[in-house]
């Protein structure tokens, strides 16, 4: 009986789930699923601990309140690389991860640039533009551009090092050399 | 003279030399017939559709042997837009001497190479390329004659090729103009201190900087017919850099070229007067591919006005404005209008220009052909 319970619970927060999330990427949760949902349900258990002898009934730990959140649905994607730095503009190409194939050259200004990333925007980094719709949680539609600079760790001296001894062993096996 | 479009995959007369140059926007490769199927290639660039290096696709297509036939190729310099698809060539033409520019032929752009293509971290094409270069380089032994298993390293007026009429039906012979002993000594300092990144600052992309002076050019000499390969050297107000130090050398060839590959895509900063009237002769065929990167893409209308003053034969591989991006879902055409101020596509189709002039007895008019949006301009 509690299992039905539990299992008609989580049939309906699914529904409520699927019908919110247009988004074809979001798979309603299947009943045999029941136990591995994750999300917003926090878990179901239906047994008692048979490890602990315990006869009483079983412990019903119900889903938290549904949360709903926002959803970003990705119409276009392209890496990008900064080709110079002028003024209030950015230079770059980008190549287009979503019809690959398509290498343009753009300009841009920093304004659009999130002000954490800024200081990001050096010649020859790398960055991230996505272009897609999100979708709100009070059901308004938002077209959204957001660019999204990679974050790479620094050079270290023992980077350094060992590419200095690779090129040495190079050099030598290639005649590399004056 | 007028330009015609015949068939592509026709091959020259074993008494007939070619110039193919090709471009696609960002990127060149210029194909050379000796004579007597005798090929060299200078840089390289991909077929976006096939991936396969252009100068295979064409030799394939035209029934060379690669393996065999092709006896020099040359890098000008490390740059993405010359050097694309390089080690397949290097691989494929066991024939042939691989030479590049004797400026780098430094540990430190060794260390560089080694830096930026064997982390992993990023994707850096021109650097990775050159890595690939090498990986080539160490496998070629054992099956390449020992005499070109070593580079070859261009520098002012040495003769990276040589065939004497008893080997060809005519002189062959290939000179590289540049880099001068001055630019030789400003890239090596120039390399460890621009290329090699210090230590604490941020991982990131190499980005060729400019400007160009250690530029592979190059003369080409088939019989009769002389041929400038410009390649991208570049001005510098010092005249023992660049065009001028080419100009002022007394070791160069002293003929006249009938055939110039116009330096660095026309632009101003390529642009040496002397070198129009000393080195080429009157009315020359003016070569060009496009680079449609930069501010503005090259050439510029006032970079072909510059050079119609000495010409009016000029022959572009593509369209000198760049080409239109693509057509989009609505919602992103709309959204990437609203945030970018230009835009434009930098590849576009693989333009070809081919001249080939009968070298049996003399110099013949020649005939110039364009394929694949290639123009007169």
């Known amino acids: ?178 | 003279m007028r330009a015609s479009a015949g068939n592509v995959n026709c091959p020259p007369s074993r008494y007939e030399a070619e110039i193919s140059i090709f471009g696609p926007g960002i990127g060149e490769c210029i194909v050379i017939h000796l004579g007597k199927n005798a090929w060299m290639v200078v840089d390289s660039c991909l077929d976006r559709n096939t991936r396969i290096p252009i100068a295979l696709q064409y030799l394939q297509a035209l029934g060379v042997n690669a393996a065999t036939d092709v006896k020099l190729f040359v890098i000008t310099h490390w740059h993405d837009d010359h050097i694309e698809g390089a080690s397949a060539i290097l691989a494929s033409c066991h024939n042939a001497k691989f030479v590049c520019s004797d400026a780098l032929r430094c540990g430190e752009f060794v260390q560089f190479v080694s830096l930026y293509s064997q982390r992993g971290f990023i994707e850096n094409s021109g650097v990775d390329e050159f890595n690939r270069i090498f990986e080539v380089l160490k496998s070629r032994r054992g099956y390449i004659r020992p005499e070109l298993l070593e580079p070859g390293w261009a520098i002012a007026d040495r003769r990276l090729l040589y065939y004497t009429k008893n080997d060809r039906p005519l002189n062959v012979e290939v000179y590289s103009l540049s880099p001068s002993d001055a630019a030789i000594t400003l890239a090596l300092r120039e390399i460890g201190q621009l290329l090699i990144p210090k230590v604490k600052t941020p991982k990131r992309r190499a980005i060729a900087q400019r400007p160009n002076h250690v530029s592979v050019a190059l003369w080409v000499i088939v019989g009769d017919l002389h041929v400038l390969l410009g390649s991208d050297l570049e001005n510098h107000p010092d005249n023992r850099l660049g065009w001028q130090a080419v100009v002022l050398s007394r070791n160069r060839p002293r003929e006249r070229a009938l055939i110039i590959k116009v330096p660095h895509h026309g632009s101003s900063n390529a642009y040496c007067k002397e070198m129009w009237q000393e080195m080429v002769a009157t009315n020359p065929i003016a070569l060009l591919t496009p680079f449609a990167s930069g501010v503005k893409p090259l050439p510029t209308e006032t970079d072909i006005a510059r050079i119609s003053t000495h010409t009016p034969q000029i022959y572009c591989t593509g369209s000198p404005s760049g080409w239109r991006s693509p057509r989009r879902d609505s919602a992103v055409d709309k959204t990437i209008k609203e945030v970018v101020r230009t835009r434009r596509l930098v590849y576009g189709p693989m333009g070809h220009i081919r001249v080939r002039i009968p070298i049996k007895k003399g110099l013949d008019e020649p005939n110039i052909e364009l394929f694949n949006g290639a123009q007169s301009l």
């Open chain 1, 1 to 178: 009986m509690m299992r039905d319970l539990a299992t008609r619970f989580v049939a309906e927060q699914s529904k409520e789930v699927s019908e919110y999330f247009v988004d074809k990427d979001v798979k309603p949760i299947k009943e045999e699923n029941v136990g591995q949902v994750s999300g917003n349900v926090l878990a179901i258990s239906t047994e008692a601990p048979a490890s602990l002898g315990l006869t009483a009934p079983p412990v019903v730990i119900l889903p938290g309140p549904f949360k709903p959140r926002h959803r970003f649905k990705v119409l276009q994607q392209f890496e990008g690389t900064v080709l110079e730095i002028s003024g209030d503009e950015c230079r770059a190409h980008i190549r287009d991860l979503t019809r690959p194939g398509f290498v343009e050259e753009i300009t841009f200004s920093i304004e659009e640039i999130s002000e954490s990333d800024r200081e990001l925007a050096v010649l020859g980094a790398v960055f991230y533009w996505d272009i897609g719709y999100q979708d709100r949680i009070d059901g308004q539609r938002l077209r959204v551009s957001a660019i999204r600079f990679r974050r790479i760790p620094m050079w270290k001296e023992k980077d350094l090092v060992s590419s200095r001894r690779e090129a040495e062993s190079l050099s030598e096996s290639l005649g590399w050399k004056r």
